[in-house]
């Protein structure tokens, strides 16, 4: 089984699960694909913003882990009915859950952080800024590709090198994103931020999603 090679930060305080990571593509995320992707998470809820936003993170992971048996299984056997599952399944992820997820960082991470950060964190904000933006146009290209296999179109595959080097480097620019993220701009957030900002700010994440 294909596992992802996408780098992510422990978490000692989440319990060691099996995640979707383990499963064959056609078997992709079924426990998440009764959800709103994003709304909900076994280890986290909007009153704790910051572990929902980690939670996120892990969901990212496990979705382009998801991506990465695709790909294989796509070389291997084609865009079968189990591979046209699992790119529905990365599409509905990175359509709805990820613009998501970026908001609540545009609206309630950054802009603490380019307000009273120190220079190097301000200067650290703007790249992941632009990299939000740089995810979104590699992210249009990828799911052109990913759409044409959920669909069953007949010209959907073999990629070619040029089409896999757009989802590594998708893939890619998300592994460094997250650990930046994770390792500065989140901690630096909470302490600006304080534990009484913490409700009202996951309730807009909640109310952005419908909750």
Same mark, same amino acid.
Do not use: N
């Given at each position: 089984?294909?596992?992802?090679?996408?780098?992510? #930060?422990?978490?000692p305080?989440?319990a060691?699960?099996?995640?979707?990571t383990? *499963?064959?593509?056609?078997?992709?995320?079924?426990?998440d694909? =009764?959800e709103v #992707?994003?709304l909900?998470?076994?280890?986290?809820g909007?009153?704790?913003p910051?572990e929902?936003l980690?939670?996120?993170h892990?969901r990212?992971?496990?979705?382009?882990?998801?991506l990465?048996?695709l790909?294989?299984h796509l070389?291997?056997?084609g865009?079968d009915?189990q591979?046209?599952e699992?790119a529905?399944?990365?599409?509905r992820?990175f359509d709805i *859950?990820a613009?998501?997820h970026h908001e609540?960082?545009?609206l309630h991470?950054?802009?603490p /952080?380019l307000a =009273?950060g120190s220079? *190097?964190v301000?200067? /650290?904000?703007?790249?992941?800024?632009?990299? =939000?933006?740089a995810m979104?146009r590699?992210w249009?290209?990828?799911?052109m590709?990913l759409a044409?296999?959920?669909?069953g179109?007949?010209?959907?595959?073999?990629?070619?090198a040029?089409?896999?080097?757009? /989802?590594?480097d998708?893939a890619?620019?998300y592994?460094?994103?997250i650990?930046?993220?994770?390792?500065?701009a989140?901690?630096?957030?909470q302490?600006?931020l304080?534990?009484?900002e913490?409700?009202?700010?996951g309730?807009e994440m909640?109310r952005?999603?419908?909750?």
């Open positions: 089984m294909i596992r992802s090679s996408v780098p992510f #930060p422990p978490r305080s989440r060691t699960a099996r995640t979707a383990d *499963a064959e593509p056609g078997a992709s995320a079924s426990a694909a =009764h #992707p994003g909900r998470s076994p280890a986290a909007f009153d704790q910051f929902m980690h939670a996120c892990e990212v992971q496990r979705t382009l882990g998801l990465a048996r790909r294989g070389r291997r056997h865009a009915a591979a046209r699992a529905r399944d990365v599409l992820y *859950a613009p998501l609540d960082e545009e991470v950054f802009p /952080l =009273h220079a *190097a301000v200067e /650290l904000v703007q790249t992941l800024q632009a990299e =939000h933006a979104a590699q249009a290209e990828a799911r590709l044409a296999v959920a669909e179109a007949e010209c959907a595959v073999p990629w070619s040029e089409q896999e080097k757009v /989802l590594e998708f890619g620019l592994a460094e994103h650990v930046r993220e994770e390792s500065v989140y901690p630096a957030a302490v600006l304080g534990e009484s913490w409700a009202p700010m309730r909640a952005r999603r419908g909750g």
